[in-house]
């Protein structure tokens, strides 16, 4: 029951306010393109395009959404903070091996969870206050933000391949054409029923 209020909480929240924004009218927003500092009025000869006033409504979505992403900022210090601290409070209960190897690979999740909060979370962040606060933030610093959010999936694939052996090992037995479990056989059989 309990999963169930939580999904039915989360559906509601990620998709009431899209549908809402959607079928909201668009109000004629030309006047705000001439008025807008920097001129971004070149937008037009680019082809369609979509402009939106910074009303009470877009200015408390875009308070949520960084309140959102500060809980998940919260979420994952307070989640690893936990698990180090039971980890020390169980370093008496079991061997010095153990505790290590849990320790390692507890330092490496962190590592991975890492790169999307500094990448993803951290400049969203950054953009949103750059759309609340135009005077401060240039055009052009909310739009690196932006190219920063899409590095991260190569920034996260690198930390992955110099973090994780096994993953290591893995794309390089893929990369020399080696077998492994059958791996290479069961893509040949998915390609050959795609086409």
Not at 91 to 115: D, F, P, Y
């Amino acid at each position: 029951r309990n999963f169930f209020i939580i999904r039915l909480g989360l559906f509601v929240f990620h998709s009431i306010p899209p549908i809402w924004f959607i079928l909201s009218p668009s109000p004629d927003t030309n006047h705000l393109l001439d008025s807008y500092v920097p001129d971004i009025s070149w937008i037009r000869e680019r082809g369609s395009y979509y402009f939106v006033e910074l009303t009470s409504e877009v200015t408390s979505a875009i308070y949520g959404m960084m309140l959102v992403r500060l809980f998940q900022i919260r979420t994952v210090c307070s989640l690893f903070g936990h698990m180090f601290y039971t980890l020390y409070m169980e370093s008496r209960k079991h061997s010095t091996v153990n505790i290590a190897v849990i320790r390692k690979s507890l330092i490496i999740l962190l590592a991975q969870l890492i790169v999307p909060l500094a990448m993803i979370v951290a400049p969203s962040i950054v953009a949103l206050v750059g759309i609340l606060l135009p005077d401060n933030f240039s055009f052009e610093f909310v739009f690196l933000t932006k190219v920063i959010i899409e590095l991260h999936p190569i920034a996260h694939n690198m930390l992955l391949l110099s973090l994780t052996a096994a993953y290591r090992e893995f794309i390089i037995s893929i990369a020399c054409c080696r077998r492994t479990s059958g791996l290479l056989d069961i893509l040949r059989v998915c390609s050959f029923h795609k086409y």
